[in-house]
C-alpha cells in the first residue's frame, strides 16, 4: 500500500473539535463533514486538499472527544494519510477503525512542511519527502492492520473474513 500526495501541516494538540467543529455534528454525510473539516485552523483547508494529500501534526494529534466524526471527516476530504509525533489514543484507534491510515515519526513531522510532496510505503514506514529529497522511518503497520485499511475498515475487514 502506498500514499502519494501534498502535505497540509499543522501543529501541536490539534483536536477533534478543530478537525470538525461540533456545530456540524448533526450529521452523518461524510461529505457534509468533509466539507467543514479542519476549517476552524485552516478555512481554506477543504477547498485545497486533493484526493491523496496528507496531514502531518505534531504531538496529540486528535485529542479531545472520542467523536469518530473527526478521523471520518478528515477521510472523506481525501485525505490519505495522517502522519504525526504522537497521536491521541482513542483518535488513533477510531482512524484504524475506518480505515484511515495513521503514522507516528517525530522526524517526519518536524521535517516535512506545508506543501512538500510526499510518497509513503506503508509496508516498509518509509515516507519520502520528495520536494526536499528525504526519507524518514515510521513504525510499519502489523498485517492486522494493514488488513482493515485495505478492507477500508474493521467492519468491511470482518464481512470480508
Known amino acids: 500500500m502506498k500514499a502519494n500526495g501534498i502535505a497540509h501541516t499543522y501543529g501541536d494538540n490539534v483536536d477533534t473539535d478543530v478537525i470538525i467543529p461540533a456545530r456540524y455534528l448533526n450529521t452523518q454525510d461524510k461529505k ?54 504522537t497521536f491521541a489514543r482513542i483518535f488513533y484507534r477510531n482512524a484504524i477503525n475506518i480505515g484511515l491510515p495513521i503514522l507516528e515519526c517525530a522526524e517526519a513531522s518536524e521535517r516535512i512542511e506545508e506543501g512538500d510532496q510526499i510518497l509513503i510505503d506503508f509496508d516498509t514506514g518509509v515516507i519520502t519527502n520528495v520536494s526536499k529529497n528525504e ?26 473474513k
Do not use: W
Open 32 to 85: 457534509e463533514l468533509a466539507s467543514h473539516c479542519m476549517e476552524d485552523i485552516d478555512a481554506s483547508f477543504s477547498q485545497k486538499v486533493h484526493p491523496g494529500d496528507l496531514i502531518v501534526g505534531g504531538y496529540n494529534f486528535g485529542c479531545g472527544s472520542s467523536r469518530e466524526h473527526a478521523p471520518i471527516a478528515i477521510q472523506a476530504s481525501g485525505i490519505s494519510c495522517v502522519i504525526a509525533k
Open 135 to 160: 526519507t524518514y522511518t515510521a513504525q510499519p503497520f502489523p498485517p492486522f492492520i494493514q488488513n482493515i485499511i485495505r478492507a477500508n475498515g474493521y467492519l468491511n475487514a470482518i464481512q470480508k
